[in-house]
C-alpha cells in the first residue's frame, strides 16, 4: 500500500490511522491522508496527532491532513471510521479518492456500510469490517484508547480477495492484528447482534451493561432483541453459532459493570445518535422481510419520540 487514506479521525480512525502513519514515516515509505476537520484538523498539522494508548504513547505526523479529499489524489487504500449517521456525506465527498483498483474498508458500527459504500462510489473494491477497540478523540489532535482486544477483521463483499490479502498483511506490518474474514458476513453480524440491543437497551432505561443485565425485565429485552437479529441474519443467509445469543449476553457481562454504550453517552450528551445504525436498519430489514422485529421496533421508537430531549441516567432521577 504505498497510498493510504483515513476518512474521519475519532477513536477508531484516530488510533489505526496514526498505527499506520508511524509504521510508514519509521520506513521512510508510503503516503498516509487523515481526512479530518475543525480544531482537530488544525491540532494534527501544528502538532501531529498525540496518542495514549492502554501500553503506549506516541504522536505521528501524517503526510497530509486535509478537509478536502479531492486535494489528496486517488489511494490505494481508503478506510472509513466516522459515525454511521455521516457515511453517506463522507463517501459523496471522498470519491477523489477511490479509483478502480482502490481497497475500500469501513469501519463502523452495523452491518450495511459495504452497501451504502457500493452505492455511492463509483468504482473501487469495496469491502466490510469491524473492530473491537475503546477509543475516543479527547480533545483536538487526541486519541486516547482505553480497552479492547484491538482486532480488526475485513473482508471483501464479493469478488477477488487478492487486494484484501495484501491489506491485511500490510496492516499486520504496521502492527494491527487485522484478519480476512472471507466472507466478512458473520463477524459484522457477530458483533452487530451484541451492540445493537445493548446500545438499544442502555439508551432507553438510561443504564449501565451491569444494571441492565441485573435487572429481569431489562435483561429480557436485551436478550429478545439479540433473537429477533439472530432470525433477521438468518433470512439474510448469514451463518452464525447455534449459541450466538448466549455468547453475546456472556459478552455484554465481560465488561465492567458501569460500561456504559457510545449510544447512551452520545444520548447523554444530546448529540446525535447512531440509533438508524444501530436500531433502523433492524425495523427496516424486519419489515421489508416480514420478521417479528416488535422488540427492536419498541425500543427504536420510543428513542425516536424523545429524540429532541437528551438522556440521562437513572441516578439523574430518570426512568423510562
Excluded at 46 to 66: C, K, N, S
Excluded at 218 to 238: D, H, N, T, V, Y
Excluded at 294 to 316: F, I, M, N, W
Aim: with cysteine; hydrophobic share 40%.
Amino acid at each position: 500500500m504505498k497510498s493510504v487514506a483515513f476518512v474521519g479521525i475519532g477513536g477508531v480512525g484516530g488510533y489505526y490511522g496514526a498505527m499506520v502513519a508511524r509504521r510508514c514515516t519509521e520506513e521512510g515509505e508510503g503516503r498516509v491522508v487523515f481526512v479530518a476537520r475543525g480544531e482537530h484538523l488544525s491540532a494534527i498539522r501544528e502538532r501531529g496527532l498525540q496518542v495514549y494508548a492502554a501500553d503506549e504513547e506516541f504522536t505521528v505526523r501524517p503526510t497530509f491532513v486535509t478537509d478536502r479529499p479531492s486535494e489528496a489524489g486517488v489511494m490505494d487504500l481508503v478506510v472509513f471510521a466516522v459515525k454511521g449517521y455521516a457515511l453517506e456525506e463522507a463517501a459523496r465527498d471522498a470519491i477523489p479518492l477511490v479509483g478502480p483498483e482502490t481497497v475500500v474498508l469501513p469501519l463502523l458500527n452495523g452491518v450495511d456500510n459495504g452497501e451504502i459504500l457500493s452505492r455511492i462510489l463509483a468504482c473501487g473494491r469495496v469491502g466490510n469490517g469491524c473492530v473491537y477497540i475503546s477509543a475516543r478523540r479527547e480533545g483536538p489532535g487526541v486519541i486516547r484508547q482505553t480497552g479492547g482486544s484491538r482486532k480488526l477483521f475485513f473482508g471483501p463483499l464479493s469478488g477477488d480477495r487478492a487486494p484484501f490479502l495484501a491489506v491485511e498483511q500490510f496492516l499486520r506490518r504496521c502492527g494491527i492484528d487485522a484478519t480476512l474474514a472471507d466472507p466478512i458476513g458473520e463477524a459484522v453480524w457477530t458483533k452487530f447482534i451484541f451492540m445493537s440491543p445493548m446500545a438499544g437497551v442502555t439508551s432507553l432505561w438510561g443504564k449501565t451493561f451491569g444494571e441492565v443485565l441485573a435487572q429481569e425485565e431489562s435483561l429480557s429485552m436485551a436478550e429478545g432483541m439479540m433473537r429477533e437479529i439472530r432470525s433477521l441474519a438468518q433470512e439474510k443467509r448469514i451463518a452464525l453459532p447455534e449459541d450466538i445469543v448466549e455468547q453475546s449476553l456472556a459478552k455484554a457481562r465481560a465488561f465492567p459493570p458501569d460500561t456504559k454504550s457510545s449510544m447512551q453517552l452520545d444520548c447523554e450528551k444530546g448529540s446525535p445518535t447512531e440509533i438508524e445504525t444501530f436500531l433502523g436498519y433492524v425495523v427496516r430489514e424486519g419489515d421489508r422481510l416480514g420478521l417479528d422485529v416488535h422488540l427492536t421496533r419498541g425500543v427504536y421508537d420510543a428513542l425516536k419520540l424523545r429524540s429532541d430531549q437528551p438522556c440521562v441516567s437513572e441516578q439523574e432521577g430518570h426512568r423510562p
